[in-house]
Every structure is written in structure tokens, then in C-alpha cells.
């Protein structure tokens, strides 16, 4: 029971669709007689003095006598416990719905990652020369001081282009996985490449994590790569 002496819950007595409908009719209207509201049901004017009374021990509907009629109004006041109440699901959902878009942003950060799949007629320990040795490296990447040593800072220089990549050894497990950091001309990235090798053929797995989002830099690296996979491709071959 609250302050306005309520015998009946709120949420009980709004339960029910006919009453809800009851409401939204009185709504409109200053008040209207119990005639004109049974016209609006496929019910007797009994069943819907029923629910009439069940809203009036809820306080949301008075009445008044006007002769031999009842009539009756709406008193919205005690709904603005429901609207508390759905107010503060509704704060509940939109931070939750909010959390949900910045972790799908943050997915699709995670998402933005170069991949390419090569496959060469070259034993594995080739193809790891060809990754981690600096000369080799520099015939189809660029001028490098590689060294597949955990913890190894190096760079990647290219004169012509005027471009220095910072990078620093990661990860090595000759002759499966290497990986270093890739980090100049706007990028921040991981260049991480995974090796198998397979009835005669090697499968060398690239993946550049850490794009932020799908630009210049972004496609730049999709057919960077591509083309210098076809010349590390024609390296291993002279090789």
C-alpha cells in the first residue's frame, strides 16, 4: 500500500489487457460513463464494472455519480511507479546494448587482420631461411637486420620509398612460427607467419593483426604481401 491508500497492486491491476485498454480509453477523454466504455468489449457492462473496480482499488481510476450514471476518470498518478520501475530496466538494457556495440567495435578491430596463404614446392627449412635470414629477407621484403632471436630489434628500410618499420622479434619456433612486431607508416601492427609442411609442399601462413580500420594502410598490406609472396615464390625456385 503507498501513499495514495492503494488496496490493490499496480502491476496486478494493469496485468490484465482489458484493463489496459480501459486506461488507454480514459486516457483520452476527461471521463466517460460506464456505457460508452462497454461498447469498446465484447462484454457485458457487469464484467467491465469489474474491472472498473479492480482499477479503482489500484487508485488509477475514480468515479463520480452524475444522477443515475457513473462516470469515470482516469488518475495516472500511481502509474509513475511502473514508470520508475521500466525506467530503470530501460538504463539497465541501454548500458548493456552500449557495452555490446563497443564490444563489437572492439571485434571488429580484432577483425581488421591482413591473411595470406602461400604454398611453395620447397622443403620447410628453406622457406624459414628465406624468413629469418637478412639477406634473403631483403631479396624479397627489404633491407633488414633481422635476427630470429626473441627480443631482437631490428628494421626494415626502404630508401626508395623513404620508409623505416620498427620491429622487434616476438615469437620464433624454427621452422613453425615467427613472429614480430611491424610498426611505421601509420600502423602499429604483428606480423605473425605460420609453416607446414606437407607431402612436398610447404604452407606458409600469414596473418598482420592490428589494424584499426580498413584504409590506405589496410589494402595496402593485402597487395603488398601478395606481391612479395610471388617473388619470395621465384626466390625459392633460383634458390
Do not use: C
Not at 16 to 28: E, F, I, N, S, V
Not at 222 to 232: N, P, Q, S, T, V
Amino acid at each position: 500500500m503507498n501513499e495514495n491508500n492503494q488496496e490493490r497492486d499496480i502491476y496486478a491491476a494493469i496485468a490484465d489487457p482489458t484493463r489496459r485498454k480501459l486506461l488507454r480509453l480514459l486516457a483520452d477523454v476527461e471521463e466517460l460513463p460506464l456505457n460508452e466504455l462497454t461498447v469498446h468489449f465484447d462484454m457485458g457492462r457487469t464484467a467491465v464494472s469489474k474491472h472498473l473496480a479492480i482499477l479503482k482499488e489500484a487508485g488509477l481510476v475514480i468515479s463520480r455519480k452524475v444522477g443515475r450514471e457513473t462516470r469515470y476518470r482516469l488518475q495516472a498518478a500511481p502509474l509513475r511507479e511502473v514508470e520508475n520501475w521500466v525506467s530503470f530496466y530501460s538504463k539497465f538494457w541501454s548500458e548493456r546494448i552500449s557495452r555490446l556495440n563497443q564490444l563489437l567495435q572492439e571485434e571488429q578491430k580484432m577483425s581488421l587482420t591482413v591473411t595470406q596463404d602461400f604454398s611453395f614446392e620447397s622443403p620447410i627449412e628453406k622457406v624459414w631461411h628465406a624468413l629469418t635470414d637478412a639477406n634473403t629477407l631483403a631479396k624479397w621484403v627489404m633491407a633488414n637486420d633481422m635476427k630470429p632471436v626473441v627480443g631482437h630489434k631490428f628494421q626494415f628500410r626502404n630508401e626508395q620509398w623513404n620508409l623505416i618499420i620498427d620491429s622487434e622479434v616476438l615469437e620464433v619456433h624454427e621452422p613453425n612460427k615467427l613472429s614480430y612486431t611491424w610498426v611505421g607508416g601509420g600502423i602499429n601492427t604483428t606480423i605473425t607467419w605460420t609453416l607446414r609442411y606437407e607431402d612436398g609442399t610447404t604452407y606458409l601462413h600469414l596473418e598482420q593483426t592490428g589494424f584499426e580500420k580498413e584504409d590506405q594502410a589496410f589494402n595496402g598490406a593485402k597487395f603488398g604481401w601478395a606481391r612479395m609472396g610471388g617473388e619470395l615464390k621465384t626466390l625459392l625456385a633460383e634458390m
